[in-house]
């Protein structure tokens, strides 16, 4: 085992699975996203009902509720990405456990992105390796999951 390949998780810019351009593009566009959403989400204010954030950045309000009296799937994501970016990671879980983990985990990308970028590390042979449909998988159990939690806290 080479020295660049003692954390497995890191290896070298010139070894990843593209070519170094096609990784610091990735890299650059990834870490880019993240920042525009981080900044977007901490000029809102999250919204005390739990739900409801996502008009502040000029969406229209969720029809779900009005018109089958409960929760949308993903009621509550922004306002729980809005408390993530803030640093209520609690919080966050509490108002909705799918979208703190999507917040979660798109934080997680953008700063691991960046940290590729400085370190001159393959952010691309990170997410090749990483196990793609267990993921899928799991968040998608954790939608439903976190739908049927939104429902039974659901104050409209």
Same mark, same amino acid.
């Given at each position: 085992?080479?020295?660049?390949?003692?954390? *497995?998780?890191?290896?070298?810019?010139?070894? =990843?699975?593209?070519?170094? &351009?096609? !990784? $610091?593009?990735?890299?650059?566009?990834?870490?880019? +996203?993240?920042?525009?959403?981080?900044?977007?989400?901490?000029?809102?204010?999250?919204?005390?009902?739990?739900?409801?954030?996502?008009? @502040? #950045?000029?969406?229209?309000?969720?029809?779900?509720?009005?018109?089958?009296?409960?929760?949308?799937?993903?009621?509550?994501?922004?306002?729980?990405?809005? @408390?993530?970016?803030? =640093? !209520?990671? &609690?919080?966050?879980?509490?108002? @909705? *456990?799918?979208?703190?983990?999507?917040?979660?985990?798109?934080?997680?990308?953008?700063?691991?992105?960046? /940290?590729? #970028?400085?370190?001159? $590390?393959?952010? +691309?042979? +990170?997410?090749? $390796?990483?196990? &793609?449909?267990?993921?899928? #998988?799991? #968040? &998608? /159990?954790?939608?439903?999951?976190?739908?049927?939690?939104?429902?039974?806290?659901?104050?409209?």
């Amino acid at each position: 085992m080479t020295a660049s390949r003692k954390n *497995p998780w890191t290896i070298p810019l010139a070894e =990843g699975p593209v070519s170094s &351009f096609a !990784d $610091r593009l990735t890299a650059v566009i990834v870490g880019g +996203v993240a920042v525009v959403i981080m900044w977007s989400l901490s000029t809102v204010a999250p919204d005390g009902r739990g739900h409801g954030t996502h008009e @502040q #950045l000029g969406m229209d309000p969720c029809g779900w509720p009005t018109v089958y009296g409960i929760p949308c799937p993903t009621c509550g994501c922004t306002t729980a990405a809005t @408390q993530l970016v803030r =640093g !209520d990671v &609690f919080g966050a879980f509490v108002t @909705q *456990p799918f979208g703190a983990a999507l917040a979660l985990i798109g934080v997680l990308a953008g700063v691991h992105a960046w /940290l590729c #970028l400085l370190r001159g $590390r393959s952010f +691309v042979d +990170v997410i090749v $390796r990483l196990p &793609f449909w267990r993921i899928v #998988l799991a #968040l &998608f /159990l954790l939608l439903w999951v976190a739908w049927g939690y939104k429902y039974l806290v659901w104050q409209g």
